[in-house]
């Protein structure tokens, strides 16, 4: 299943730290494995919030010349120079989670249109290894509709869509994205529970149905974890936290968040197959649920 995080304002929305969240309670409460990536270059990236934005040990341990080796450029360029094989994936995947959740990491060393160049031209092999691999590609989609975002919107199972409780971001989504809609889902970053835009208001205001959007609260720890590369930890540590925690509305609110998203990501996996005969048995492989019918079987814990 291909799953899209995008905005049309992504740093004000807060997308990557969302994805960061949800990734790993996805793999944390559920039997999914997720492999995670950029399709853009960025400082604040996924590696910033798994492992931090100056990590030495990272970077020596996936090679240092990216564009050529380990990262996500060299891999991009492999498959656009068609270098590429059935297995190449394996050598560009950082685990974060052994055998459940993996991530591509990236290193801004080329210049954002040449990346974005060749990214476009290998995308759809890349997607088709991805979901080869594990069970869920979960993407940080650039905002701006480079060549490949516009790919992958229309190649994802689910796009969730984050939005905050700013009015131009709310107005220029509706009105010039409305096609996004009967794909998506909502998550309202940085929600404040005291102000005129609640989440109902939002949801009436543009004709939404409220079980499509989750308010995920501001929560200054976790942004402090997102940037020092805590993220893993934090959640790790919050997962079962009681209503006594300062961080239990931002955690039951993720966890709302992450079923509801891959329960719509099922769903449509679901209508996608049902006219596709599914084998009664698979080998398990790399945490891979060992059935397809189970896969699509979603059931809330």
């Known amino acids: 299943m291909i799953i899209a995080f995008w905005s049309n304002a992504n740093e004000k929305c807060s997308v990557t730290a969302n994805m960061a969240a949800i990734s790993m309670t996805c793999v944390i409460r559920y039997p999914y494995s997720v492999v995670m990536m950029e399709n853009y270059l960025s400082r604040g990236n996924l590696k910033a919030a798994f492992y931090g934005r100056e990590n030495i040990s990272f970077v020596n341990e996936v090679g240092t010349n990216y564009y050529d080796g380990n990262g996500m450029e060299g891999l991009i360029r492999k498959i656009y ?10 050598s ?13 990491p990236q290193r ?21 290894m991805m979901e080869e691999y594990a069970d869920i590609s979960f993407i940080d989609t650039a905002s701006h509709q480079n060549p490949s975002t516009k790919t992958i919107l229309e190649k994802a199972d ?38 005129s835009m609640s989440s109902k208001k939002i949801c009436l205001r543009y004709d939404l149905p409220l079980d499509k959007l989750i308010a995920i609260p501001e929560n200054e720890l976790f942004q402090i974890a ?12 919050n997962n079962n936290c009681g209503k006594e925690s300062a961080n239990f509305l931002f955690m039951h609110a993720i966890k709302k968040a992450t079923y509801l998203i891959l329960k719509k990501a099922v769903e449509s996996e679901r209508n996608k197959e049902l006219s596709v005969v599914i084998p009664k048995e698979k080998v398990v492989e790399r945490g891979h649920s060992s059935n397809k019918e189970e896969l699509l079987c979603f059931h809330m814990k």
């Open 92 to 104: 560009y995947l950082k685990q974060i989670i052994p055998d459940r959740l993996y991530y591509i």
């Open 158 to 195: 689910l796009i969730v869509v984050n939005l905050c409780q700013n009015q131009s971001i709310l107005e220029d989504f509706f009105q010039n994205y409305s096609s996004l809609i009967s794909k998506s889902v909502f998550l309202i970053s940085k929600y404040e529970y005291h102000t």
């Open 108 to 128: 801004r060393i080329i210049h954002n249109e040449i990346f974005d160049y060749e990214f476009e031209h290998g995308i759809e092999y890349l997607l088709k």
């Open 81 to 90: 120079r068609g270098d590429s094989t059935d297995d190449i994936l394996d």
């Open 226 to 237: 997102c940037r020092n590369g805590e993220v893993k930890d934090f959640i790790d540590h």
